[in-house]
């Protein structure tokens, strides 16, 4: 059960940061979807709020290790110029061309819209904290930024899982 | 999209969870927040598409080798929006700004961006 030390870092890029951006996204959701004066109580405001403004901090930072190491560290080993690299065993066959063409171009570019969204949503729920909820306006914002941060780093980790299948960095 | 503080009589809202003496906070930063992370989105779609259009261009953003040019894009991208972010955050932060305005100026950066990092359009632009 050996990895390279290319592979561990594809891992470490896709399968740990990119995993735990796509999956805590739910529960970031939710609790801004749940952050209705309706549903939640005083101590619900308070107990939530710390978790959101928590949680949306710990995905901004995740989405930010996850496009730094896929760009500074993953990225260079895919392109390489040699035969051997994914890049070039993709391009030098017409029926996987597209895997670059397509969804590699896309790939590297919209990721990097994620960190800079989930920042932004990070912000907002901790500038306004217990008081986010008087303001379901930017709730509701931040969560339309927040969907969107995760469709951009969805596509990307869509599309690198299916590139890594047809032609693994090694 | 409204702002507009109608839920602050809910007790939940009010007593214990949201501060009901504390002053309401301008809205200006998040403002700032929300337009920079747009204007990051943006600048990176404008030079995917522009190194899509010349090579010259595109060896100009080749600020690291084993990068390529997506070292330049990324690089700058994210310069121009902590940049907007510092700049705005210093003009509105004590200002009160229309969320709609801000919300639909962000939307609309975020949307160009989106469509200026698609294969498909800025392949458009590539030379012959």
Redesign the interface.
Known sequence: MHLTDRETWTVIHGMVFGAIFLLAFGGGLAGLYSL???L???????ERTRRLILGTWVMAGVAWAT?ITG??IV??WY??AAVTSAKSRLLANPDTARWH??GM??K???A??AP??A??VA??VT??G?????????R??LMV?FV?AFA?AGVAGIFGAFINKVAPIK | ????????S????T?????AT?P??P?G??AA??I??GV??FV??LL?TLAEASKGFADSLNF?D???P??G??IL??AA?LVAWVVLHVALRRREVS?RAV?LV?ALL?AL??LL????FF?QFAPE
Do not use: C
Not at chain 1, 40 to 46: D, F
Not at chain 1, 130 to 138: F, M, P, S, V
Not at chain 2, 1 to 8: K, L, P, Q
């Open positions: 209705r004066p309706g939640v109580t005083e101590q619900g405001i308070v496009v760009t500074w990225y260079p392109r390489d063409t397509f171009e896309w590297e570019h919209v990097w819209i800079m969204l920042t932004a912000f907002g500038y306004y217990r008081n986010l909820i008087k303001h379901q306006g930017l509701k914002a930024m969107v951009a | 999209m409204s702002d507009v503080n109608v839920e602050a809910h007790p939940a809202a007593a214990g969870g949201a501060d504390e309401d906070k809205f930063p998040v927040a929300f920079a992370a990051g989105v990176l779609g995917t690291r084993p990068v390529g997506l070292s894009k990324t991208a994210v929006w969320p919300y962000t975020v961006g989106l990092t698609f294969p498909t392949d």
